[in-house]
């Protein structure tokens, strides 16, 4: 059976992350049962259930949907805040980029 577009997202955040069900499970506040019976019969997650799974992989609903959301293994442990720096970074041209990186690298210095 074919996993539907929505859960196959799912599962890549998951391999992304390196994440199980259950740890899914716990930092969404969904019951593992729960998410677990939703691949076993590959329904739909609802809406509200959806966002708890955004929030649980700590990004928005509408980075969830877009096809170039840069997903990262290292950026499941970061705030939504932090992870809008980082796209915003990613966004700019190599110029743009270079001063940014510069101006941090003084930030950091003493």
Known sequence: ??????LVKI??????RSWSL???A??????YSSLNSLFQKNNQPTISTLEKLCDGFHITMSEFFADNTPFRKDTYDI??????IINRIRSLNKRDH???????????KE
């Open 1 to 6: 059976m074919e996993l539907n577009k929505t």
């Open 11 to 16: 599962q890549e955040l998951l391999d992304q």
């Open 98 to 108: 270079r001063l940014i990186t510069d101006f941090l690298n003084l930030l950091g």
């Open 22 to 24: 259950y740890k899914l």
């Open 79 to 84: 705030t939504k805040e932090e992870l809008e």
């Open 26 to 31: 716990k930092e969404s506040g969904i019951p």
